[in-house]
């Protein structure tokens, strides 16, 4: 650094690269010897590297979301979470360009060839005419401490994990003794934090900036220690303070020095940089030096200043008391001094030079900067260096909400509800070489339906203890509650694929659907006999609902294992439109459905009968229901009326039958009761 830098800046694609120079400390020898100059570069500041390819070291990825448990993995069920921050990924460099490090190379070189101002740059004739007039090198460095500086006050970390402003980040510490290295650093961002970050990246600067502290080794100034005396005056002043005092001390000797070092009798010249580190020190050891010198020099002025002459003029006799003896000499009040000029062997100057090398801090600096210009001139490349990440869909996967909607039998109540012993579901999902996993699940039901309410939590065999109610369910893939109506939800889950994931998957699959397979098991149809009031008529006893190997694809996140999905015609209730009056009025409605039996012939006819011991309080729903079997529009049916009258031993009694009335459709049957005289209706002769 004594001898002068030079500064090179150049420009490439509209970005200026500066490279500060230094000069070997012995330059000039080496030319001497033959060899050449050498010159060392350091980067002015740091800047983002690039890959080999010429695309910068940088990803920003910005991700943000709501999971809640049904679609996402690592997500309790009935409960959500929102997330978003930013993830900045880059790496700095002190190395520029390739090309900006040659052309700085040539021209350092070519300002050199100009002429110099001193021995350092000074390029010896004859060096000119080389292949190579200089070595050029980076400068070594000793040590290296990388900080980043960003949004939060020490650079590394700020606030707490889910705070806005949350900063972590890696890559600060000890760096490479390598200028040309490269830094990487890895910042994790709170949301308002990544949105400063992504904000800065599109504008002139970023909040972000990386420096290096870095210790340099560079030889000091020469530190030259220049003494020289006049021992004439020297002689001269040591005769005159020996006229008035007859002895010095070792403390006069050098109270003396000291006076003729002010009067320029003594002269001490000291050059040395005291602004270089550890300058203090160093004058405090050359200070030292220099009493030791001064001392030595007394020691050297008393063997010959004070040196006895071959001849002494004393013509007074001593008087008594008078005698001195000084370093061993005897004289008296009237003793002489005589400087032999002939025999002065003291030196009249010392030189003392210190050359050495010292550790130099130097800071070298850089902001995350340069995107903003880079996609301004090519915004197609935005998708390279920016991208989002919508947390909604990652790690997904597919909760299949399954629930038997099943009127369960009550026997408490007689004859009531579907007579389904338990259905069943299988939910399929494709393994990566297109084997469907089946998950399964029993529906059975509820083992008291009269005592069970909405709010209650009924376990079946096998189910986790400690679930939740309806209203919050938990993460067991089973949780078992009822009503009378309802009794289970199986929650079926699978991490969903990519399409691209999966090889042989069945015909028409795509990731955001599964496979379900549902059975229903019925009991076998009760007794006219057990409940007067209901016909249940069941043609099969199981039922799947969903044919073939892999049942049903669908994309429904809600699959009802429904027991009218097993061709189920339910006419409830069934009433008539007139009142009875008398107990010998019977009205009789006869119910046939549609289409063939199981045995090939025409399904059979049910009757229900209503009498007037039927209304008020004593009135019975009456309910028919047949379930066929054959999955899909359940069949049509008709019904007709006929009406008896009962007479007497002396009264003929009356009846008629009602033509028969198409319907179609599970629901309520209102039937029309027709008059006797109402067209179509048949009067049987009563006799």
Aim: net charge negative; with cysteine.
């Amino acid at each position: 650094m004594a001898g002068g830098f030079e500064t090179v800046t150049l420009n490439d694609a509209g970005v200026e690269y500066a490279l500060v120079f230094l000069p070997d400390k012995h330059n000039d020898e080496l030319q001497a010897q033959g060899s050449n100059p050498v010159f060392y570069w350091l980067p002015e500041r740091m800047r983002l590297a690039r890959k080999p390819n010429g695309d910068l070291r940088l990803s920003f990825l910005h991700f943000m979301g709501v999971q809640d448990g049904e679609t996402n993995i690592g997500v309790l069920p009935g409960q959500t979470r929102e997330t978003s921050g930013g993830v900045l990924s880059f790496a700095m460099t002190g190395a520029p360009p390739d090309g900006v490090l040659q052309a700085a190379h040539k021209q350092i070189l070519e300002r050199m060839q100009q002429g110099s101002r001193d021995r350092f740059w000074q390029v010896k004739p004859g060096m000119a005419d080389r292949s190579t007039i200089a070595d050029i090198r980076p400068i070594p460095i000793r040590s290296s401490t990388l900080r980043l500086m960003i949004t939060d006050q020490d650079g590394t970390q700020g606030g707490n994990a889910g705070d806005p402003f949350f900063v972590t980040a890696q890559g600060a510490g000890p760096g490479s003794l390598i200028p040309t290295a490269e830094h990487p650093f890895v910042v994790n961002l709170g949301t308002f934090a990544a949105a400063q970050v992504e904000q800065g990246l599109l504008s002139t600067e970023v909040p972000i900036g990386v420096t290096a502290d870095l210790t340099l080794p560079l030889w000091a100034p020469i530190t030259r220690l220049h003494m020289t005396a006049n021992w004439e005056r020297v002689f001269s002043h040591f005769t005159a303070q020996a006229s008035a005092s007859y002895w010095w001390s070792s403390a006069d000797l050098k109270a003396t020095w000291n006076t003729l070092r002010i009067n320029g009798d003594i002269q001490v010249e000291l050059e040395m940089d005291r602004t270089i580190p550890g300058a203090d020190n160093k004058e405090a050891m050359v200070t030292k030096y220099i009493d030791m010198l001064v001392a030595m020099w007394l020691d050297q002025a008393k063997q010959v200043i004070f040196q006895p002459m071959p001849e002494v003029q004393d013509p007074a006799p001593p008087k008594p008391g008078g005698l001195l003896n000084l370093f061993g000499w005897g004289f008296n009040a009237g003793f002489n001094l005589n400087f032999r000029r002939d025999r002065v062997e003291i030196a009249n100057s010392f030189t003392f030079e210190v050359d050495e090398m010292y550790a130099q801090p130097s800071t070298m600096g850089g902001n995350v900067d340069g995107v903003a210009d880079l996609l301004a001139a090519h915004p197609e490349l935005k998708s390279r260096y920016m991208r989002t990440l919508y947390l909604d869909n990652w790690e997904r996967k597919i909760t299949t909400v399954c629930r038997p909607v099943i009127k369960w039998p009550d026997p408490a109540h007689g004859v009531s509800g579907d007579p389904v012993k338990f259905a069943s579901v299988q939910i399929g999902y494709p393994s990566v070489n297109g084997e469907i996993a089946w998950s399964a699940h029993d529906f059975l039901p509820p083992p008291r339906p009269q005592d069970v309410d909405a709010t209650t939590d009924v376990h079946s065999e096998g189910a986790p203890v400690g679930e939740t109610t309806p209203l919050a369910p938990a993460s067991s893939p089973t949780l078992v509650y009822a009503s009378g109506a309802t009794s289970e939800v199986f929650f079926a889950r699978q991490t969903q694929k990519k399409a691209e994931e999966v090889a042989g998957a069945p015909e028409g699959w795509r990731p955001d659907k599964v496979f379900v397979r549902r059975t229903i098991q019925f009991d076998e149809s009760p007794s006219a006999l057990d409940d007067r009031f209901s016909r249940i008529i069941v043609e099969a006893n199981e039922v799947d609902l969903d044919p073939g190997p892999f049942g049903t694809l669908t994309d429904s996140l809600d699959v009802a294992v429904r027991a009218d999905n097993a061709g189920a015609l339910v006419l409830a209730p069934i009433s008539i439109n007139r009142d009875l009056t008398a107990s010998n009025q019977i009205v009789e409605v006869q119910v046939q459905p549609k289409g063939e039996g199981p045995d090939g012939g025409e399904r059979p006819i049910s009757t229900f009968t209503f009498t007037m011991a039927d209304t008020g309080e004593d009135y019975k729903e009456r309910r028919f229901a047949l379930y066929t079997g054959q999955p899909g529009r359940p069949p049509a049916y008709r019904y007709r009326v006929r009406v008896i009258i009962k007479g007497t031993l002396f009264e003929d009694g009356d009846e008629w039958i009602g033509p028969w009335t198409d319907g179609e459709g599970s629901g309520d049957l209102a039937v029309r009761v027709p008059k006797k005289t109402a067209p179509g209706v048949t009067v049987v002769s009563q006799d």
